[in-house]
């Protein structure tokens, strides 16, 4: 096993389970209660998949799929529901955003001159330590919400970067799933922070449970590799039918528009308009995030209207000509160079002619 793989996958994993816990102190911290603490015995299974990783893939990735990621979700997700459940009912005495934190010279001079002799320097680190974290106890409590809320989005990316690769998939694809991965918390911490700041929103407890739920659902597609690793399924009998060769040949693209549509800016044009629509909240942003999604939302489904006319226009135009080759395997290339260029090596492939369904299968 490599070094650097091992340094990697151990690193990544202690970054996520401290920021779980990070989030675990505050929400026992908000709540006053340490049964919250409970909540940290999630990082168990982050361990487990960690020991299991190592054993059975050395450090290294999992194909379509990142196990340390989704568990990560898991760890956290729980502990800011909590925070921002807490939050609705708990205000900032001072100005909205005013971090309260002064931390002093004077109280580390205090600590340091309270006692003398060989352990002078271990106690004034302890006591520094106990300051320190005094002073971050006195930040408002939205305001740690908020940082945590973009901290976790931030270790997704960078920890999705650090985490080994497997054999799988490339590092091109890996530095386009980051650039994806980017834009898309960009537009989920404006989601949420944008939607359950609103007063209104606050004083609904039904809504504040559904802007969540929708939050954590449009988290799902940070531990899936597939808008950026093809299928690549065999051309069978099974793949002969024009949906499943479209499927294969444009897989990534579709997981894209598919995400769009119904992991992220599908559901959060739905919970605006019903907040501009049912419950009549207007505001600036509100509008233009809602224009901005139905934007969006209507170019994929021109996307995906123009990705199966073209691919069935070129279908039926092969039929015509007597021979079939499109293979499933292939991605699909924009540049007319490359279908033409591909046309030629799909003639390696078994051909099949394209017939309705209501005419008897060919014999092979």
């Not at 001159?113 to 300051?131: C, F």
């Not at 002073?135 to 999705?160: D, K, M, N, P, Y």
């Not at 650039?179 to 922070?193: N, P, Q, R, Y």
Request: charged share 15%; with cysteine; net charge negative.
């Amino acid at each position: 096993m490599e070094l650097m793989v091992l340094l990697n996958a151990l690193v990544t994993r202690l970054l996520f389970v401290l920021h779980s816990l990070i989030g675990v102190w505050r929400v026992t911290a908000a709540k006053k209660e340490p049964k919250y603490w409970l909540l940290a015995l999630l990082n168990l299974l982050l361990c487990l998949e960690t020991g299991l990783t190592l054993k059975f893939k050395q450090g290294r990735g999992y194909k379509w799929f990142s196990p340390a990621i989704f568990l990560y979700l898991i760890c956290t997700v729980p502990s800011l529901w909590l925070l921002e459940i807490h939050h609705g009912t708990q205000y900032c005495g001072n100005e909205p955003g005013a971090v309260q934190v002064n931390v002093s010279n004077q109280d580390f001079n205090q600590s340091r001159d309270s006692s003398h002799g060989s352990e002078a320097t271990d106690y004034h680190i302890i006591q520094t330590a106990k300051v320190f974290v005094n002073q971050l106890s006195t930040i408002c409590e939205t305001v740690w919400t908020l940082a945590l809320h973009q901290t976790f989005l931030l270790l997704l990316v960078v920890g999705r970067w650090l985490l080994p690769i497997g054999v799988e998939i490339t590092r091109d694809q890996l530095s386009q799933l980051l650039l994806m991965f980017v834009g898309t918390a960009a537009d989920i911490l404006e989601f949420a922070s944008e939607t359950l700041d609103i007063e209104d929103v606050r004083k609904n407890y039904t809504l504040i449970n559904a802007i969540l739920a929708v939050w954590t659902w449009s988290m799902l597609q940070f531990p899936l590799d597939l808008a950026v690793q093809h299928i690549g399924c065999k051309p069978t009998a099974s793949t002969r039918r024009i949906p499943s060769l479209l499927l294969c040949r444009y897989s990534a693209e579709l997981w894209n528009i598919g995400v769009s549509l119904f992991i992220q800016d599908g559901p959060f044009l739905i919970v605006r308009s019903i907040l501009m629509g049912h419950f009549r909240i207007f505001n600036q942003m509100l509008v233009f995030f809602t224009a901005k999604n139905i934007l969006v939302v209507t170019l994929q489904w021109y996307r995906l209207a123009v990705i199966t006319f073209d691919f069935r226009a070129t279908v039926l135009q092969k039929s015509r000509k007597g021979e079939v080759g499109c293979c499933p395997c292939e991605p699909y290339e924009a540049s007319t160079h490359a279908v033409a260029d591909q046309d030629a090596d799909m003639r390696e492939f078994v051909a099949f002619p394209l017939k309705e369904e209501s005419q008897a299968p060919s014999e092979d």
